[in-house]
């Protein structure tokens, strides 16, 4: 597989983003969804900042209040027994099971645009900011789909609830309908098709199993993008290979002559994170074609592989010109990045199903 990873990579770091507010700092700027709009390229950046701390011994995390419309800030001693402080994205009780109980850092949605793909200034105020109580932790790693002249933009929400996918409406990028939870906790990495199939819309997402299953790829459907049904298992994990850990969508389905064309996620045990592919059936999406054996992206380069959680590459989007997949990444949940890929290799390298 021949990439073509771009000279200017990263092509937008934490260093390029201003801050929304003085007190905080961005550690983040990453995992965006993409699209094109007025012959720009838009990638709707994941931004997370964190409240800046003096003191050394303490950690700070930010919640978003929907009563006040304001952030609060907590406070917490690293000597504090109660909290486990070991990894430096979240705060966990000591002894619990339940998973975090606060995120260290705040991410919401700003975007970026650039003429020649390449290039990308930063919009000064965020475009989606958390609103509701779904998303008082943040909202994070955007998709976007454009049916018609609508940009459906959906998220991850996250709150002490649990993670689930909601989704707003925009025709302009200025603009935007908020549209609700469309996915309950504990679900995300949704990617809809940009187009009815047979009537209907479809939609891949990644529930998150707690008693049994694995963390894999689902399909549903509607007939109007807000209500989704007809659940199917779509993809599954692979022992002993580069997605045996998890896995989930990455950029919207392309459409090509072969079928539906899905560049996804996955990572090992070790939480390595590559790209693949899977080809769906054009009249049947719930019918895999083919799989590639092997990642047609995987953390190489030296910004892919250190970071704030190294070896990952991630991608929310890619742009599709001719033979070219333009393919956008967050690279090590730090940066962006971009890489194009020939639509056919990708297409040749798929293994199909006997």
Not at 26 to 33: H, K, L, P
Not at 65 to 87: A, G, H, K, R, V
Request: glycine content about 8%; overall charge negative.
């Amino acid at each position: 597989m021949n990439v073509y990873r771009y000279e200017q990579n990263p092509l937008v770091t934490p260093a390029d983003v201003k801050p929304h507010r003085a007190d905080f700092e961005v550690i983040g700027a990453f995992n965006a969804g993409v699209t094109t709009y007025n012959d720009e390229i838009i990638m709707l950046l994941r931004v997370a900042e964190r409240p800046i701390s003096e003191d050394a011994n303490v950690v700070k995390a930010p919640i978003y209040n929907p009563q006040t419309n304001e952030l609060e800030i907590l406070e917490f001693n690293l000597n504090d027994t109660d909290y486990d402080f070991s990894d430096p994205r979240v705060i966990r009780e000591n002894g619990s099971t339940q998973g975090f109980k606060y995120l260290t850092s705040l991410s919401y949605l700003r975007i970026a645009r650039s003429k020649d793909g390449h290039q990308f200034t930063i919009d000064e105020k965020p475009f989606i900011y958390p609103s509701n109580e779904l998303e008082t932790f943040g909202i994070e790693d955007p998709r976007i789909t454009k049916i018609e002249d609508t940009y459906y933009i959906y998220f991850s929400a996250v709150s002490p609830v649990g993670v689930g996918e909601s989704m707003v409406s925009t025709k302009d990028f200025v603009a935007t309908e908020h549209l609700g939870m469309i996915f309950a906790p504990e679900n995300k990495d949704v990617l809809i098709f940009p187009e009815k199939i047979n009537g209907m819309y479809y939609a891949i997402h990644r529930p998150v199993p707690k008693s049994t299953g694995n963390p894999e790829m689902w399909i549903a459907e509607s007939p109007n993008l807000l209500h989704w049904g007809n659940h199917k298992f779509l993809l599954g994990l692979r022992d002993g290979m580069w997605d045996s850990g998890r896995m989930g969508g990455g950029a919207v389905p392309i459409k090509t002559e072969k079928g539906w064309l899905e560049l996804y996620h996955g990572a090992s045990k070790d939480d390595r994170y590559c790209m693949g592919a899977v080809l769906l059936d054009l009249e049947d999406p719930t019918k895999v074609l083919a799989r590639t054996d092997k990642p047609i992206l995987e953390p190489e380069a030296d910004y892919e592989v250190e970071g704030f959680f190294g070896n990952v590459v991630f991608s929310c989007g890619a742009v599709v010109e001719g033979d070219v997949v333009k393919m956008y990444y967050g690279v090590a949940d730090t940066s962006m990045a971009c890489a194009e890929l020939s639509l056919q290799e990708i297409l040749d390298s798929l293994t199909y199903l006997k």
